[in-house]
C-alpha cells in the first residue's frame, strides 16, 4: 500500500501533517506553520455541471464508460472532486436511459463513483416561457410529474440528489412536497414566481434557487420578478454561476450582504461544450450555441446563455480577483457550501477520510490528490 505525507495550512489556518495510506488519511497531525507551505483544501464541488469535451450526461449510454473517463479526467486537472452529474431538459425517455447507464458506468468504476455522487435533476421541470426557460429546448418541457420522475430515479439507482422546479407550474407544489418527504433536495430555478409562490414553495421545503438571477428573461418587470423573493426568503440558498459572464460582481455583492457568504454556493454551470473550441455548436435538447473566442457561451443568434465554458476553480478566481472575497471564503463557497446544500459527503481532511483534497502552493498551479492519486 502507498503512503504519502503533506505538509500544509488547512482553510482553518492550521498547520497540518497528512499521512495518506492507500486511498484513506490514515493520521492528521500539527506541525509548525513555516513560511512556503501549500495550502491543504477540501476539493471543489459542483452541483451543476451538465458535461464537458463533447459529452452531456443526458447522452450517456452502457458504452460512454472513455466519454465519463474524459469528463472525469478534466474535471479533476481543475481540482473538482464532487460533481452532481446534471441532467437538463431533453426527451424524458433519453433521460431515462441515461439515468440507467449512468448507474452501470457507476457501479463498475469506483474512482467514477466516488466522483460523481449523485444526480441533479435541472430540466424538464421548468418554466415553458420565452426566456425563462434559457436555452432549453421547449418541446421536451413537461409539468412536475412524480411518477416519471420516481421512474428516473429508480434506474439511476437513487441517486437523484436535487431537483430543480418551477414552483409557479401546475403540480409543482405536490413535487415538491413529496420530493422534500423522499429527501431529495429541492431548488426553485428556471421559473417566475410571485413572491406568495417562493415563500410556500421554501416552507415545503425548497431550500436552494438554481444560477440565481440567470434562467431570466433578458426584460423584466422592476418588482414583478422572482429576484426579490428569492433574496427576501431567508430558507433559500442561492447558487451563482462564477465563469465571469453569468453575473456581473455587483450581483454577487447583493446576494452576499442579503445571505451572507454561508448561504451562497457556486455552481460552474459547465455546457457538453465546456473545454472545446471556440464555433457553433449543435446540442441535444437544446437550442443551437456559439463559444466564444473568451469563452462566452451564447445561443446562437440570441443573447441568451447556454452553460459555461469554465469549471468551478473559474468561480474561486472570479470571487477573488473581481468580487473581492477573500480566499478562504471564496473557496468555501466553492467547495463546502455546495456540498452542505447538496447533501454530498465531501472529505474534509480528517483521520479516516477518504484521500481527495487539493494542494495548492504558493507559486504554481494547484493539484487534486483523489482519493490517494496525484
Not at 1 to 20: H, K, N, P, Q
Not at 119 to 137: L, Q
Request: glycine share 10%.
Amino acid at each position: 500500500m502507498s503512503r504519502d505525507i503533506y505538509r500544509g495550512v488547512t482553510l482553518g489556518g492550521d498547520a497540518v501533517e497528512l499521512t495518506v495510506s492507500g486511498s484513506v488519511v490514515s493520521s492528521v497531525r500539527g506541525t509548525e506553520k513555516v513560511p512556503g507551505l501549500p495550502r491543504l483544501l477540501p476539493a471543489l464541488v459542483d452541483v451543476q455541471h451538465n458535461g464537458a469535451l463533447t459529452c452531456a450526461y443526458n447522452n450517456l449510454t452502457e458504452d460512454s464508460e472513455e466519454e465519463l473517463r474524459k469528463i472525469a479526467s478534466h474535471l479533476r486537472k481543475n481540482c473538482v472532486g464532487r460533481v452532481l452529474a446534471t441532467f437538463t431538459t431533453a426527451d424524458y425517455p433519453r433521460l431515462c436511459r441515461a439515468a440507467g447507464a449512468l448507474k452501470k458506468l457507476l457501479d463498475e468504476d469506483r474512482d467514477a463513483n466516488a466522483l460523481f455522487p449523485g444526480i441533479f435533476h435541472e430540466g424538464v421541470f421548468i418554466s415553458p416561457d420565452a426566456g425563462w426557460r434559457g436555452g432549453h429546448d421547449p418541446a421536451f418541457i413537461l409539468r412536475p410529474d412524480w411518477e416519471n420522475f420516481e421512474r428516473l430515479n429508480a434506474l439511476s439507482g437513487g441517486r437523484v440528489k436535487m431537483v430543480n422546479v418551477a414552483p409557479e407550474v401546475d403540480g409543482a407544489m405536490d413535487f415538491i412536497a413529496r420530493a422534500v418527504s423522499s429527501g431529495i433536495k429541492v431548488a426553485l430555478g428556471h421559473c417566475h414566481p410571485g413572491t406568495e409562490i417562493i415563500r410556500r414553495a421554501a416552507a415545503l421545503g425548497a431550500t436552494a434557487v438554481t444560477h440565481f438571477a440567470n434562467g431570466a428573461a433578458p426584460e423584466i418587470h422592476r418588482f414583478r420578478n422572482p429576484f426579490w423573493g428569492f433574496l427576501d426568503t431567508e430558507e433559500l440558498a442561492l447558487g451563482l454561476v462564477g465563469d465571469g459572464f453569468h453575473l456581473p460582481p455587483e450581483v454577487v455583492h447583493v446576494a452576499l450582504k442579503c445571505k451572507t457568504p454561508e448561504k451562497c454556493f457556486m455552481v460552474s454551470d459547465a455546457n457538453i461544450y465546456s473545454g472545446c473550441g471556440p464555433g457553433l455548436y449543435h446540442r441535444i435538447g437544446g437550442l443551437d450555441c456559439v463559444i466564444e473566442e473568451n469563452g462566452f457561451i451564447h445561443v446562437a443568434g440570441q443573447e441568451i446563455l447556454a452553460g459555461a465554458w469554465f469549471q468551478q476553480n473559474r468561480s474561486v478566481k472570479f470571487l477573488t480577483e473581481r468580487c473581492g472575497v477573500d480566499f478562504d471564503t471564496a473557496w468555501k463557497m466553492c467547495s463546502i457550501n455546495p456540498a452542505k446544500v447538496a447533501g454530498i459527503d465531501l472529505p474534509l481532511l480528517r483521520e479516516g477520510d477518504e484521500a481527495t483534497f487539493v494542494v495548492y502552493p504558493e507559486a504554481g498551479e494547484p493539484k487534486l490528490v483523489f482519493r490517494g492519486n496525484l
